[in-house]
């Protein structure tokens, strides 16, 4: 995790967007924070900390109430393994994405889209009679300048001509990358990558020798979505122990009822003695935060053309 201090001229998303952070993740990691004038010197937690999804770590794995996206790419077995990870925009209630694993089927770079016609009809009754049935290649392009294509029918992993929706529950079930995040991941991901949907809300992992969690609130529309989130980190915590094969640091029950309560996105200490998020973060030297804002110039699908 890191602190920053925050710079007049910039909103809470222009620091969330330079760290790949979505709004969901920002705006939890800095509650009571204004989204639009954070203030000249106010302290900003910037959450880049996160706890993998449960194994295998193999291809693409997206946590639908994380909204994040991992990457592990293919390694020689005397590389180290690494990942990458992105924030994403998912789906608005009603057309979630299917859960289960897939691959990625096809790219395309400046695609066209034909609207489906039962997102032509929602807009209609949204009060947009006009909106188009079909949109060309180029940045105002809802698909984006880049896409690949999943296994599962209409589903696709793609940029966005509205970037500052990453985070949020935008899309009639496709998964949004900011454009820059795109531009990164298309040309390194091959066709046959396979791809794996969650639903995961508790997450947990170990560093040090210390036990972590973290809890995302659960998205309606999925199974288990009105289950106890205490039982689901109940049984989030045998599970990890189970994979472990070992013991596992002594567990502070407490904390993890608060972390489930608070719905807590970042990783907390929850073994006995160990410091709690409040101790962690400040703990942590603040950085001056001196990045000119994003700008109205990217606000569309193509990656911002000056250097962050």
């Known amino acids: 995790m890191r602190v920053v201090v925050a710079d007049p001229r910039n909103t809470l998303l222009d620091i969330a967007r330079h760290y790949d952070l979505g709004y969901n993740e920002i705006t939890a990691a800095n509650p009571g924070v204004s989204i639009w004038l954070p203030g000249d010197g106010r302290r900003i937690v910037v959450p880049t900390e996160f706890i993998l999804p449960p194994r295998p770590w193999v291809g693409i794995v997206v946590n639908i109430p994380q909204r994040r996206l991992y990457y592990f790419p293919p390694h020689k077995a005397n590389e180290a393994a690494t990942v990458v ?63 690949l294509e999943t296994g599962f029918a209409q589903i696709y992993i793609h940029g966005t001509n509205r970037p500052w929706g990453v985070g949020m529950r935008v899309s009639h079930g496709c998964l949004h990358l900011y454009p820059e995040n795109a531009a990164y991941f298309f040309p390194r991901v091959p066709t046959g990558t396979p791809v794996r949907i969650i639903d995961r809300p508790v997450l947990v992992g170990m ?48 904390r993890v009822r608060k972390v489930v309560e608070a719905r807590q996105i970042l990783p907390v200490p929850i073994s006995v003695g160990s410091p709690d998020l409040a101790q962690v973060i400040a703990g942590i030297r603040p950085e001056k935060y001196e990045y000119a804002p994003y700008g109205i110039d990217a606000n569309d699908a193509a990656p911002p053309t000056s250097a962050r």
């Open 85 to 147: 990870t992105f924030p994403v925009g998912i789906s608005r209630p009603g057309w979630s994405t299917p859960l289960g694993d897939t691959r990625i089927v096809a790219k395309y770079k400046d695609p066209s889209w034909w609207v489906p016609k039962d997102i032509q009809e929602e807009h209609r009754q949204q009060g947009e009679p006009d909106f188009p049935d079909y949109f060309p290649p180029g940045p105002n392009n809802p698909m984006g300048m880049l896409a």
């Open 207 to 254: 560093r040090g020798g210390e036990l972590y969690l973290s809890v995302s609130e659960p998205v309606e529309g999925y199974p288990d979505d009105r289950d106890s989130m205490l039982i689901r980190a109940m049984d989030a915590l045998i599970y990890y122990k189970e994979q472990r094969k070992g013991d596992i640091p002594k567990i502070d029950w407490e």
